[in-house]
């Protein structure tokens, strides 16, 4: 269970759990505090992670979730599966190959009809935002937002656990025309040479920190180039630091890595840590609180962002005390989002209504530190659209809307209006207001689409 030990001591010695232990589905048996359940409620598991990816460590297993509140526990829910993520019907066939423990490939054929519903590439980001270098497709970068690049390492496409509510979840499914993903570091630094209007790179996954260090050095050291001196922040997208504090801390690698990061800051880069923390508990344990201050002794920042999601943290007082336990650390709170229409979204999404509703009681509850966490956001299709407030216009009821980032960057920071509507939960759900027809962007985005055969 978790131990609330403040430390900031860097000489505290750290035995328990530092060598990997991962399960996967075909592990579940394996896992010791799940004998306790039923052999039913085990048998829904097994369901659900032959459909949606599964993965946990023995770190999150012993030091995260609490077991004597099981399953309303916020980082069980975070990482186990549960019964409700399929519909009905679909788990009802999957069970039923199962029972009848059927070929390999039958529940692999099951599982993959499973997963073409649950929309496993939202925003059409295959089609796109992949970039073009010499006339050749570059599937493993994504280049949506002018300032930034979003790139794939090969090596970083799975995490140390995953989150039952990961958008990414078709990567991790073995499938590889799901996946973009590169290895190909000098692709990446040939591209940026030539963007000089890219400011930041954006390495992302799956997790890029299950790279060993020796591959994040390959696609790090050469961004200090001349060239490529208009790549100012260099941004790791990762869960690690939660899932895996040991990354930072007492990996054979952990100080090689900990020197890389200081040699791009030394270098003049701004590097940023997008941290992923869904709930204050995972910010408790003396190792992750260690790996935070190493990381921050190299002169990197730690920004942090999640999504609300429902049974883990749609309640504006775990916001609040998120945010402020971030700051007290030192960790700049970055993005609250809205969880995205994909996978296991009939069990986690929360009513944008609702959503707006938990930050904006989350935020009247801190500082001014803490609200440099914006949202909610809603990494559409167009691109990331603020629910800015729900107020009553010439007597209609609407959501007041704000790009944060789109993808002609001419649209940013305007404002637009959508029909109120209590029941939605995605930007799709939205029509304009006041009986027009389209946003004012539609047309615009509708030939982009054309444009990329999307
Ligand atoms: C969110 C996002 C970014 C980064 O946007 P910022 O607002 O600069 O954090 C870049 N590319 C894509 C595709 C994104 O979804």
Known sequence: MTQLIKTKTSDEVFTRNTKFTVYTERQLDRIEPLQSLTPEQRFEMRVVANVL??????????????????????????TFPQRGMLA??????????LQREAERSEVQAVANEIREKLNPHPAGQQEMNVPMLDGEPLPGMQHKYRETVLFFPSQGQVCH?????????AQFIGDKELRFASNEADTLHRYLAKHKEVSDLLLTGGDPMVMKTHHLKGYLDGLMRPELDHVQNI??????????????????????????LRRLVRGGKHVALMAHFNH??????????????????TGAIIRAQA??????????????RMWRTQVGLGIVPYYMFVERDTGAKRYFEVPLE?????????IQQVSGLA?????????????????QGITELNGEKVFVLRFIQGRNPDWVQRIFFAKYDPEATWFDDLVPAFGEEKFFFTDEYNAMQEQAGA
């Open 53 to 78: 990816p599964f993965r946990v460590n023995q770190y999150v297993i012993d030091e995260l979730i609490d077991w004597t509140n099981i399953p309303a526990d916020p980082i069980f829910q975070l």
């Open 88 to 97: 009905p019907e679909d788990y009802d066939r999957m069970a039923d190959v």
């Open 161 to 169: 656990t995953y989150c039952t509510f990961c958008f990414r979840w």
């Open 235 to 260: 941004r790791i997208g990762t869960k690690s630091l939660t899932f895996w504090p040991q990354r930072f801390v007492t990996d054979p690698d952990a100080d090689e890595l900990l020197k890389l």
């Open 280 to 297: 204050w508990r995972e910010m408790e344990t003396p190792i992750v609180r260690e790996a935070i201050r190493r990381i921050q002794a």
């Open 307 to 320: 999504p609300v999601v429902q049974h883990i943290n749609d309640d504006p007082d775990v916001w609040a």
């Open 354 to 362: 609702r959503t707006y509703k938990i930050y904006r009681e989350a």
């Open 371 to 387: 609200r440099t966490a914006r949202g909610p956001s809603m990494s559409a299709g167009p691109g990331k659209v603020e629910i």
